[in-house]
């Protein structure tokens, strides 16, 4: 098993995960965020890196021992499934977000072959969608989508719903809810803050940050 809150650990020493209720993040979607999240940045730290490696490895073998293949989602997760792939001696390959404008035009990225199983292998889950389009990808590229893991899963709703109708299995390092145990419980926030973070998560499309 997974321990999540060595991981969310790794994440913070890593500043891959920043907290800031009082001046909210936003992201690319506009929505308003306490929180933010960018594991390459733990790609920077050598036994950072290696630990969650060897954690996702770990959970690979898990979940998914049958597994013949490894995607990587560009362009967070394409390290990350590298290295996983390589201590796992399993091929690998990676999605594009579009495909190439030139050359062959691939979206996909390495050698496979049709009903290979393959996992993929994610840095972040937020609302699924980006995450459920390479699995769209995968599965039109005639490849067997056994499931997919990531680092961090902000645990919304929509996502569970989303990969619930795609009937995807899916297991992070680690989540919200371990981050957030993690903080209160070394002082990281405070007990305003922890509402705060708690109440974002309920509906963070409509959350306007801290009044």
Same mark, same amino acid.
């Given at each position: 098993?997974?321990?999540?809150?060595?991981?969310?650990?790794?994440?913070?020493?890593?500043t891959?995960?920043?907290?800031?209720?009082?001046?909210? &993040?936003?992201? !690319?979607?506009?929505w308003? *965020?306490?929180?933010?999240?960018?594991?390459?940045?733990?790609?920077?730290f050598? &036994?950072?890196?290696?630990?969650?490696?060897?954690?996702?490895?770990?959970l690979?073998f898990?979940?998914?021992?049958? @597994?013949?293949?490894?995607?990587?989602? #560009?362009?967070?997760?394409?390290?990350?499934?590298?290295?996983?792939?390589?201590?796992?001696k399993?091929?690998?390959?990676y999605?594009?977000?579009?495909?190439?404008?030139?050359?062959?035009?691939?979206?996909?990225?390495?050698?496979?072959?049709?009903?290979?199983k393959?996992?993929?292998?994610?840095?972040?889950?937020? @609302?699924?969608?980006? *995450?459920?389009?390479?699995?769209?990808?995968?599965? !039109?590229?005639?490849?067997?989508?056994?499931?997919?893991?990531?680092?961090?899963n902000?645990? &919304?709703?929509?996502?569970?719903?989303?990969?619930?109708?795609?009937?995807?299995?899916?297991?992070?390092?680690?989540?919200?809810? #371990?981050?957030?145990?993690?903080?209160?419980?070394?002082?990281?926030? *405070?007990?305003?803050?922890? *509402?705060?973070?708690?109440?974002?998560?309920?509906?963070?499309?409509?959350w306007?940050?801290?009044m």
């Amino acid at each position: 098993m997974t321990n999540e809150k060595a991981v969310a650990e790794k994440l913070l020493q890593a500043t891959a995960i920043r907290l800031s209720p009082e001046q909210p &993040f936003t992201w !690319a979607s506009g929505w308003k *965020s306490p929180i933010y999240c960018d594991n390459r940045k733990a790609l920077s730290f050598p &036994f950072i890196r290696d630990f969650i490696k060897s954690e996702m490895c770990n959970l690979i073998f898990e979940r998914f021992p049958d @597994t013949g293949l490894l995607a990587g989602v #560009a362009t967070a997760g394409i390290a990350w499934g590298a290295m996983v792939a390589d201590q796992l001696k399993l091929p690998y390959i990676y999605v594009r977000p579009k495909p190439k404008e030139h050359g062959l035009g691939n979206q996909i990225e390495g050698y496979y072959q049709a009903h290979q199983k393959v996992v993929v292998v994610e840095d972040l889950i937020s @609302t699924g969608k980006s *995450s459920l389009q390479v699995v769209e990808v995968l599965k !039109a590229a005639r490849l067997d989508v056994a499931g997919m893991v990531s680092i961090f899963n902000y645990d &919304f709703d929509v996502a569970k719903k989303a990969f619930e109708r795609s009937k995807v299995p899916y297991h992070s390092l680690t989540n919200y809810q #371990a981050l957030i145990s993690l903080a209160i419980e070394k002082k990281i926030v *405070s007990a305003e803050q922890e *509402s705060v973070l708690l109440n974002w998560r309920t509906d963070p499309a409509n959350w306007k940050g801290v009044m």
